[in-house]
């Protein structure tokens, strides 16, 4: 069985296709970051445009590097959470591809999307597992009790972690997207150079990341721009730390919590380096490559077969839901 699966829930516009819900014959990812750089942030009008004229060409590009619509069994596509008029446009082509093609179409959250991309690892691992997802709009611990079987565990009280990332590399300058950003300052940067506080630590498994984002701005207004300029590697360093020290101590104590011995990372940040590094610790760590971190369009096919085997085909009139839970 083959799915397609797109995915337009942000500010990629991606389409994969996946044979038997675990082997990948391609992703294709259009990113929009040049178009949303100079804002320092996703503008959602512009984003919504640029979906409707990459959608085509991308999915296309899918189709032909894979056996064209001809081979498929179905469409998976994300219904939410995301930005309305961005989750719309690969919505309305997937609800328009599937009535041409008499195709059934499968409606995936985004998030589970990001937990199906552990799937398509070489060693998938087998639940129960403790997962940790960690987004530009999202920061959860989630309990796979089985593939398409969540219990949330920790969730964020406030902003999600790759939002303090992007916040923070704007505060200190280093463009946009704030992640990958910070991330390479910090490799010449000293982490203990400022000790933030780490987040809601020994405080159960919820996380909150706005007191972060905020000491880091009181440090530098208390500093001054000359010596932000100068120490911004540090800063970027310290703050990385403390980020990833939040996130690498609670996954291990929802390990503990669930008694359980693995555990996995999910989402854009969990491409980040020194978290990988962290995790690695834990015991059995499982964390898709790079490429299956970010938003792309193989882990919504991955998803898709979960949502074929426990919910089946959605209406062709099936709407985004901007706001959608997974549990
Ligand atoms: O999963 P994703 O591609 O989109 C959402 O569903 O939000 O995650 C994007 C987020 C952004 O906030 C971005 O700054 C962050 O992931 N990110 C990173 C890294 N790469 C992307 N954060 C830290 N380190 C990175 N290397
Ligand atoms: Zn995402």
């Known amino acids: 069985m083959r799915l397609l699966g797109i995915e337009t829930s942000c500010d990629e516009t991606a389409a994969g296709i996946v044979e038997d819900g675990r082997r990948v014959l391609c992703n294709i990812v259009h990113s929009q970051l040049e178009t949303h750089a100079r804002y320092g942030g996703v503008v959602p009008e512009l984003a919504g445009r640029e979906h409707i004229e990459k959608i085509y060409p991308i999915v296309e590009e899918a189709l032909d590097a894979a056996g064209g619509l001809q ?14 008029g961005s989750l719309l446009v690969g919505l309305s082509f997937a609800r328009a591809l599937c009535l041409g093609a008499g195709l059934p179409l499968y409606a995936v959250n985004h998030l589970e999307g990001h937990l199906a991309a552990l799937r398509l690892l070489e060693d998938e691992p087998e639940p129960p597992l403790v997962a940790l997802l960690a987004t530009g709009g999202h920061t959860a611990l989630y309990y796979i009790r089985n593939w398409g079987d969540y219990e949330t565990i920790g969730t964020t009280l406030d902003d999600a972690v790759g939002e303090a990332f992007d916040k923070v590399a704007r505060l200190l300058g280093l463009g946009y997207p704030g ?37 880091v701005a009181v440090k530098a207004k208390k500093i001054g721009d000359a010596e932000v300029a100068k120490r911004r590697v540090d800063i970027a360093a310290s703050f990385q730390r403390a980020a990833v020290k939040s996130l690498t101590e609670k996954l291990g104590a929802a390990m503990t919590e669930k008694g359980v011995g693995k555990c996995a990372i999910v989402g854009g940040v969990a491409a980040n380096n020194e978290l990988r590094r962290a995790v690695n610790e834990l015991g059995e760590v499982y964390m898709p490559p790079p490429e299956l971190c970010g938003d792309n369009g193989a882990m919504i096919a991955a998803a898709g077969f979960i949502v074929a085997e426990r919910d089946g085909p959605a209406g062709l009139s099936v709407d985004a839901v901007p706001y959608l839970k997974l549990t």
Not at 179 to 208: V, W
């Open 71 to 84: 081979s498929l069994n179905g469409v998976a596509v994300t219904r939410g959470p995301g930005l309305n």
């Open 179 to 215: 992640g990958p950003a910070i991330e390479s300052a910090a490799e010449g940067g000293d982490p203990e150079g400022f000790p933030f506080p780490i987040p809601m630590r020994g405080r159960g498994l919820d996380f909150s990341f706005s007191g972060l984002k905020t000491a």
